[in-house]
């Protein structure tokens, strides 16, 4: 079993474009996954949406993940759900398929394996006729790309048992996802439900020649698609009501109900006409992007608004990027002091991670802060590395860095690997001095230094203190393996001094 999650072994049946993600959301949370899919091409579908979402990953977050799932393909349904503790069914979006798979299912994996169906709108009622355990199978709806986009709907159905509807809650918070319960089952349950009502409309919009796809969607993500995007539909109007909040939003607002502005009852002949307008203007809008280019993309998107949201609020986070601070904060906790090779000829080799959409500034490359923001986290590694972990300063004491001196030297571009080296300059019952040297792609070329001195504080207190016998015994052996190494000819320099390079001429 994963440190992270109270499951060990999942099993996805149907590895399409939900499934594909059901696979990399497991394997990257450390479970691992058999797939069963007749699709010839299942493997290659599957490992071109891991590869993606292996990238994103990167992009956002620096959080030392689990170590990857194993992967397997199974041949038959019944060697994939053998042993599982989740099988997640998405096959495609028809009852009598649907009920045929998930008997087999039910008859196949062992007595206490959830069982969650990716459905968009079937009830689980209808789903669970005629299986002989129907009280653990349940909807778990969720949205694409699963890896990235954290909510699930939970529905059960008419005989579902309230235990797996809190099971299947738990497991997912493990997996850094948000599980949403839905009371009452509908088809399409919620978040279908609205989607469908903005499509119908849209669709109109198209076959009446009000707009193309291009304008309908730039109407979309230049305005309330950015409100959506972090605070929903209510709050949003809430806002919307002004000091007066919602109420006074309805009460201006909601007559427009009356009014005849939409065609949400009357739906759209999708014609072979209004097809084929639609399918070209989509082509167009494109741009001749493939569908994985435009999913990267997507995917850099999406990671920038998390990434953004999660420096909300102070730091705090808010909404997805709450979700993503508190899941991280597990993932940081689990992994506990990084396995570092104390090398007497070499500084420590702390962090890697990438270059995050979020970082870049006006020019396309890493932004000023985020040089910081690297050699923090690095610092935070070494804290780690001595003992200084989350539970350490969560009891009242930790390190404060109270001087830095930052000098950029090259470019880092977006996606590119970083990694951070850190050498000890000198150290005592107070105060920790290190040198980071920032390296960036993969001719590890350096990019920026970074010189701090930190002080032991009694966070409670707010003030200076000697550091317990069992840091410093950690930290002095650190010290002393770097005690060798030359000092750094850049370590001690003030603004505005000659660098090496213009020195040595």
Known sequence: MSALSPISRAACIGGGVIGGGWIARFLLAGIDVKVFDPHPEAERIVAEVLANAERAYGLLT????????????CASLAEAVAGAEWVQESVPERLDLKRRVLAEIDAAAPAGALIGSSTSGLKPSELQAGLAHPGRLFVAHPYNPVYLLPLVEIVGGVETAPETIERAKTVLDAIGMKGVVIAREIEA??????????????????????????????????????????????????????????????AQFGPCL?????????????????VEK??????????????????????????GIVQALKASRGGEGWGAGQLLREFEQRLWAQAGAPPVAVDRAAP??????????????????????????????????????????????????????????????????????????????????????????????????????????????????????????????KLNVLAAAHAGLPRPAEAGRAVGAKARAAAAE
């Open 278 to 303: 639609i399918g070209a203007q989509s082509d167009a809008q494109a741009g001749g992007l493939s569908i994985r280019e435009l999913e990267r993309i997507r995917d850099e998107n999406l990671v």
């Open 348 to 473: 420590l080799e702390l962090l890697e991670t990438r270059v995050s959409p979020a970082w870049l500034d006006y020019n396309g490359h890493m932004t000023e802060f985020r040089y910081l923001h690297v050699f923090g986290d690095t610092t935070d590694a070494l804290l780690r590395l001595i003992g200084v972990d989350l539970a350490y300063v969560e009891g009242g004491h930790s390190y404060y860095t109270v001087e830095t001196h930052l000098r950029h030297l090259d470019e880092a571009k977006l996606g590119e690997a970083l990694m951070c080296t850190t050498q000890i300059l000198g150290t005592d019952e107070k105060r920790l001095h290190v040198f980071h040297r920032l390296f960036a792609g993969p001719e590890r070329r350096e990019v920026a230094t970074g010189e701090h001195m930190l002080l032991h504080v009694d966070s409670k207190a707010g003030r200076a203190c000697p550091a317990p016998a069992s840091i410093l015994a």
């Open 258 to 274: 009356q009014w005849p502005w939409t065609k949400l009852t009357d739906v759209v002949d999708l014609d072979e006409a209004l």
């Open 189 to 250: 349950f919620v978040g279908d439900r609205l989607l469908e009502a903005l499509w119908r409309e849209a669709l109109w919009l198209i076959k009446d020649d009000i707009c193309d796809v291009e304008t309908l969607d730039d109407v979309i993500r230049y305005s309330f698609g950015l409100r959506w995007a972090q605070m929903g539909l209510f709050q949003t109007y809430r806002i919307a009501g002004g000091e007066a909040g919602m109420r006074h939003f309805l």
């Open 62 to 73: 620096g959080a030392p993940l689990p170590k990857r799932g194993r992967l397997t393909f």
